[in-house]
């Protein structure tokens, strides 16, 4: 970590805000309070000469993010699904950083394709437009392929784009480390974990071979998902900096005028956004961490296309079931039931009162049940559970942070096509199912089994293993008969666990 070469890059990340006039946007945009407005202010107008010009034809915002590079503009991509936190027009303004930023040219693209998949473009397309789509990480073509003439989407890395987003992030790991420091009460938010966290899923994003297995993936997990689907993946035409897949038509899911043209349900469509996120997340624990509008399309049919797989989403079964039960509790206002859950997963401190948690979880939900979205302001019910988390001591969950990120996408994805939705009515019966499923008898019966089968799978060395158990207690310290006793207890149990083992392992096997 380059501490001058970071503490310059942050100075000019204040001066590009300040020169571009978008501090005060974004200050109006966050409601900051006038002692940080003026401080943000007195920091960055002295030094705005240092700041980058950017691009004049867009607005403020647009024009500083565009110019401070490929991380900036992955933020900006996620407040732009959010007009209730940053104001509807800031939130349109900052949509073109989704796929409409400035691309590099036909020829730099041309020269990436033959370098990465070893051949002349010639040999594998007989059409290459020019790009229909440039984001923050790489742009998309649409090209037919020479063999059989089918057309496809090619998506290829920016030129030097690692290189950019790794100077960013060393930049944000410097301020995250000061902010630490400096302010000591933001630690349990683990700021430099939260960084880190980003940092690892954006590099996967740079590689474009875990981008088309993800895919992959995604496909074969969704491929019974009605209303939904996915482009082909074509591995033959991709590589490290190239993805090559099927070509998807329909229509931009942020285009309301052009949905609602075409005869399509924007208030289902909006629900059905909700509730496929919902079921990938619980149901598979896998799922597209980037779902804005601009990667999201609507078929003539009305299925929901989705692409870009570059940030996917991994849950395990144990935090799929806390985070379930989590949502479910706010579902059926059993504020008690949610505050225990957050007790027994630990994410809050055993020394903490989980009655007086509920009555602060109370104070977080009941003023948005039965309201519509256009009643609720997302940012000060944001601002509020953060309060609560911090007067109970709760650490940032890492390992929720994109799931956590990408429900408030989603949500925002949705409001921008119906400002009515309800996102507790369209998350009840998903939830629901999952609960049923995961945490009845079935559930327990299906997790009893499969820990028998990893038992049986240890068998042929568990009798070694607590034979040189046994043999390291009985030469520490003298036997004793009830250690005795125990002992064959436990050698018993085992025993019965081996036996109950052998039985599903065989039951398996027909």
């Known amino acids: ?224 998902d009605a209303g939904f689907r996915l482009p082909r993946m074509m591995w033959n035409f991709s590589s490290r900096r190239v993805m090559t897949m099927g070509w998807a038509d329909g229509t931009n899911l942020g285009e309301n005028d052009a949905l609602d043209a075409a005869g399509h349900d924007r208030k289902e469509l909006g629900e059905r956004v909700l509730r496929l996120f919902l079921n990938h997340a619980l149901r598979d624990g896998f799922f597209h961490a980037d779902m804005h509008q601009g990667n999201l399309k609507v078929a003539a049919n009305g299925d929901i296309i989705a692409y870009d797989f570059g940030i996917m989403g991994h849950i395990d079964e144990y935090t799929r079931r806390v985070y379930a039960e989590i949502l479910y509790g706010f579902i059926r206002r059993d504020y008690k039931r949610v505050a225990e859950v957050h007790f027994e997963a630990g994410y809050v401190p055993a020394n903490q009162d989980v009655d007086e948690f509920a009555r602060a979880l109370r104070a977080v939900g009941e003023p948005i049940f039965g309201m519509d979205a256009t009643q609720i302001s997302m940012g000060r019910v944001l601002a509020y559970l953060f309060e609560v988390t911090e007067r109970f001591g709760m650490e940032t969950r890492t390992e929720l942070i994109l799931l956590q990120r990408t429900m408030v996408v989603v949500e925002g994805v949705a409001r921008s096509l119906n400002p009515h939705v309800n996102m ?24 009893l089994t499969n820990t028998l089968q990893v038992v049986a799978r240890f068998g042929p060395r568990l009798p070694g293993m607590v034979e040189a158990a046994l043999i390291r207690q009985s030469q520490a310290e003298p036997v004793k008969p009830k250690r005795r006793f125990w002992r064959y207890v436990l050698v018993g149990v085992i025993g019965v666990l081996l036996g109950a083992s052998g039985i599903v392992a065989i039951s398996t096997l027909y």
């Open 1 to 224: 970590m380059r501490g001058p070469h970071n503490i310059w890059r942050l100075i000019r990340t204040g001066a590009t805000l300040e020169r571009t006039g978008a501090m005060g946007v974004v200050l109006d945009a966050f409601d900051a309070p006038k002692s940080v407005r003026f401080i943000a202010r007195l920091l960055g107008f002295p030094f705005q000469w240092l700041g980058y010009k950017g691009d004049p034809a867009m607005p403020p915002a647009t024009r500083a993010i565009t110019a401070l590079g490929p991380a900036y503009i992955k933020f900006g991509q996620i407040l732009s699904t959010r007009p209730d936190v940053v104001g509807e027009e800031m939130a349109v303004q900052l949509r073109v950083l989704q796929d409409k930023l400035p691309p590099f040219s036909v020829a730099e693209a041309k020269a990436a394709v033959e370098k990465e998949l070893g051949r002349p473009i010639g040999e594998i397309f007989e059409d290459f437009s020019e790009p229909i789509a440039a984001a923050s990480i790489a742009q998309v073509h649409r090209a037919r392929l020479k063999h059989n003439g089918e057309d496809v989407a090619v998506k290829i890395l920016r030129p030097g784009v690692e290189r950019a987003f790794n100077k960013d992030v060393d930049a944000f790991y410097f301020a995250a480390t000061m902010i630490e420091i400096f302010a000591p009460f933001s630690r349990r938010l683990r700021p430099k974990d939260v960084i880190r966290h980003f940092d690892g899923v954006v590099q996967g994003e740079l590689d474009l071979r875990l981008e088309s297995a993800a895919a992959s993936e995604f496909a074969a997990n969704t491929e019974h």
């Open 424 to 447: 507790w009515e369209v998350a009840k019966p998903v939830v629901e199912d999952y609960i049923k499923g995961s945490i009845g008898p079935k559930a327990v019966l299906r997790d």
